[in-house]
């Protein structure tokens, strides 16, 4: 699932330009100019997706397939990753133009000197949390204490979540077992490899709950305030200063496909039969419209989706991550590296 994806610092450094973007298409000697009826799309733009399709990235499905892009005057390519591609490579070598990527991944690539920027907001709330069997007598972070942690590894989202939550706590992750288990949550906590594991509440929980272990969620920070951003709309400085129309038109088509991804998952699912293979029988459908029903909540606040982002949570996340030993190569400026000028 892309979410434990965007959890590994795959950051290879790029030194080569973004190359050229999109130029809007001037109409040919005898041709009728678009009218705002009849929208068309003018400007090209290859979005990057990670890894493998997959139904949490049903906002870009639908709003290619539904026309949202379309509407907006753009015309958008999907482009998934390969699993040896480092998350930006692409976009720094012009291979792609905007990117889905999390927060802290794009802000430790920031700090090494690459040129990104987060132009729009693709969760509203952090996805990483606690997660124990609903028997454990775990009930908060402070309960860690003395107790094994299972997570992929010290690294990725997973890792900066349990370290938010420790600081939170005012413990360290000498307080605590941290153990590596790789992506094997599911079994590990089944198993009782380890006392709790670190995981994504829109994938990890969910495949707890279609295996039918009982488990409960402990929240990174109580008030659910956690210092790190999850998902976001990642481009360049260079090809969102010479193509606002085109940033300013992928925003919009993705808001509108995550509403009807909220409003309509079932719609939402069928559209995702299109990109992801592996959606064939009953049961990988199920646990594909399981998955985005919890998405979902990561998407919505209050059933309503945005994608203005909250300049708060990237100043609180920008001081933690500074406080991570051997994280970040060097101070990183919010003012220059997140921007809610393109949402409409």
């Known amino acids: ?9 795959a950051l290879v450094a790029a030194g080569a330009l973004l190359a050229a973007g ?44 539904d ?32 990117v889905i990527a999390t927060g802290d991944e794009m802000f430790q690539a920031r700090s090494q000197g690459m040129d990104l ?65 790789g992506f094997t949550q599911l079994s590990a906590l089944q198993t009782d490899q380890v006392d709790a594991v670190v995981g994504f509440t829109n994938n990890d929980s969910v495949q707890f709950d279609l295996a039918d272990v009982a488990v409960r969620e402990i929240p990174l920070v109580p008030d659910g305030n956690t210092p790190l951003v999850g998902a976001n709309i990642v481009t360049t400085s260079q090809f969102a200063n010479e193509n606002p129309d085109a940033v300013k038109a992928v925003l919009a088509g993705l808001q509108d496909g995550k509403q009807t991804s909220v409003d309509d998952p079932d719609h939402a699912v069928e559209i995702t039969q299109n990109y992801d293979p592996n959606l064939t029988t009953p049961e990988t459908i199920d646990a594909a419209r399981a998955t985005l029903v919890a998405t979902n909540d990561l998407f919505a ?19 933690f991550l500074q406080t991570v030993e ?4 060097a101070t990183v400026n919010v003012d220059e590296a997140v921007t809610n000028e393109y949402v409409k």
Not at 1 to 9: A, D, I, P, V
Not at 301 to 316: I, P, S, Y
Not at 326 to 329: E, V
């Open 1 to 9: 699932m892309f979410s434990k994806r965007w959890g590994l610092t």
């Open 22 to 65: 999109c130029t809007p298409s001037s109409p040919k000697a005898g041709e009728e100019t678009q009218t705002d009826a009849e929208p068309a799309a003018s400007m090209s733009v290859t979005l990057g997706l990670t890894y493998i399709p997959n139904v949490q990235f049903a906002p870009a499905y639908v709003a290619k397939d």
């Open 67 to 98: 026309g949202n892009f379309a509407e907006q005057g753009v015309d958008v390519e999907i482009r998934h990753h390969g699993a040896d591609e480092g998350l930006f490579t692409s976009l720094l070598a012009g291979q792609e133009d905007m």
């Open 117 to 181: 920027i987060s132009v729009g907001q693709y969760y509203a709330k952090y996805p990483v949390v606690i997660i124990v069997k609903e028997d454990s007598g775990i009930e908060t972070v402070q309960d860690l204490a003395g107790k094994s942690v299972g997570l992929p590894g010290e690294f990725g989202s997973n890792w900066y979540g349990l370290l938010a939550a420790l600081s939170e706590a005012d413990m360290t992750r000498d307080d605590i077992e941290v153990t590596p288990i």
């Open 301 to 319: 606040e209050d059933g309503k989706v945005t994608m203005v982002q909250d300049l708060d949570t990237w100043n609180a996340m920008n001081e």
């Open 326 to 329: 051997g994280l970040m190569a």
